[in-house]
């Protein structure tokens, strides 16, 4: 089992508690970091700091919910860790290309620098969109007018329980305004996508 798998199993007990998008995705990120610390014998807030300074959504989740609510979360899957534990041997975790990965990841900075305010559950759409996109264009999909497109989108926030509970948070309205900006903003998105693979292409040559 590695740390998603830790990950998706805090997840998934958190949606079965209706928990709101910001918890889910704090609720995961406090489980893989218990999971890294007790495989590398470090600090579970030390693998905390490494989940809070690498992953923008996660920062982003950790402000939204607060201290309080940070270390109620903290104290609450040390309590039911055997559950975690048991549902991590199990659980299958989605997985997402490189390209989607990065993809994801450029929407969430861009978000989050655009608008420092964004909110987790918007953070994680927005997030899942992107994946869509880059699985519209492999597979020749028109995201506007195919109506195999919603299919995918479907897919992707089915498998990410964080993007789940934000799309059930969001009203219709908001869910389209994040479409549209997701799609009008796209050509940033691939700059800096580009960016990102020429830094990890130097990177894995240095």
């Not at 489980?31 to 495989?39: D, I, N, P, S």
Request: aromatic letters at 4%.
């Amino acid at each position: 089992m590695n740390e998603n798998a830790f990950r998706h199993a805090a997840y998934a007990i958190a949606r079965d508690s209706d928990a709101p998008a910001a918890v889910t995705a704090y609720a995961g990120a406090v489980a893989a970091a218990r999971h890294r610390a007790q495989l590398e014998g470090t600090t579970l807030a030390c693998q905390l700091i490494a989940e809070l300074s690498t992953d923008p959504a996660v920062h982003a989740a950790a402000v939204e919910v607060g201290p309080f609510t940070m270390l109620t979360l903290s104290d609450w899957l040390t309590e039911v860790w055997g559950d975690v534990a048991a549902l991590a041997a199990v659980t299958e975790v989605p997985e997402l290309t490189a390209d989607e990965q990065m993809y994801r990841r450029a929407t969430i900075e861009l978000l989050t620098e655009t608008d420092p305010n964004s909110g987790t559950a918007t953070l994680a759409f927005a997030a899942a969109l992107a994946v869509a996109h880059v699985r519209w264009l492999a597979e020749g999909i028109d995201g506007l007018t195919d109506p195999a497109a919603t299919a995918v989108i479907d897919t992707v926030i089915e498998s990410d329980p964080v993007a789940a509970a934000g799309s059930a948070e969001l009203d219709e309205a908001a869910r389209a305004s994040l479409a549209m900006s997701v799609g009008n903003r796209w050509h940033v998105i691939m700059e800096r996508v580009a960016v990102m693979g020429a830094v990890h292409a130097i990177e894995a040559a240095a």
